[in-house]
């Protein structure tokens, strides 16, 4: 036996201990990371951000409405989910409602319509005055026919800013869900037209889509909803900290 041979002698049984140890540190390793969700990397660009989520409808306006699938619960349910994933993250948070109330005056005694301009209303005012970063609000969307499908969304034509949010909230909806090819548009609405900030409306689903609506009703699918946004959201705030640092 050369010299060289009984330097690399190793009994059999610290063999297969030393290789169970080495294999299980492995393993070890491969779960931590496994656990590790991505966002996580870039969740750091959120911390002491300003965040609105606007819950949409509530109240007497219950938004959307298919059988037993109110738009309004819908909402409500994935923007607390992203709430407490944006606050885990360090973001200061503010939830336009937490309950079912719109935030009109409740005595208003004006046509719906009128109701409906003031909670939209108060809902600007409330970003506007608290400066926020970003403007984040959830609907869900509706068709007379069954057949659409699919999260979308929409941003203020007139920012670049909030376009890039948009796109950002999109690729990561399209990547967590599976189920969508659509894109982020932009859009004509009241909220994200009177918002000094960058905001997004994002429409989570089709109600009329009954397979849709069964899944959005569900809270672990409005987790991963909720989770595509962070991420989205975590992504565009990362790339505006490299913008910067350039
Ligand atoms: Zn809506």
Known sequence: MSIFKRAIFIPQR?????????LLFILGLAVIWGERPVAQ??????????????????????????????????????????????SKAGAMVILLRDSDESLS????????????????????????????????SIHANADPSPRWRGAQ???????????LLAESIQQEL??????????????????IDKTKMPAVIVEVGFLSNPEEARLLSQPDYQQRVATAIFTGITKYQANLLVDKQD
């Open 14 to 22: 610290t063999y297969r201990i030393g290789m169970a140890a080495f």
């Open 153 to 163: 969304t929409f941003y203020n034509k007139n920012s670049t800013e909030a376009k």
């Open 105 to 136: 005056d409740s005595e208003l005694k004006g046509s719906l319509s009128e109701r409906k301009r003031q909670d939209l209303g108060r809902r600007v005012e409330k970003a506007n005055e608290a400066k926020a970063d970003l403007y984040i």
């Open 41 to 86: 990397v870039a969740s750091y660009a959120v911390a002491n951000r300003v965040i609105v989520i606007d819950p949409g409808h509530g109240g007497f306006d219950p938004g959307a409405q298919r059988g037993e699938f109110k738009e309004k619960e819908i909402t409500l349910a994935i923007s607390r989910k992203l709430e407490q994933n944006l």
């Open 174 to 191: 399209t990547a967590g869900l599976g189920n969508t090819n659509r894109k982020a548009l932009a859009g004509n609405y009241y909220i």
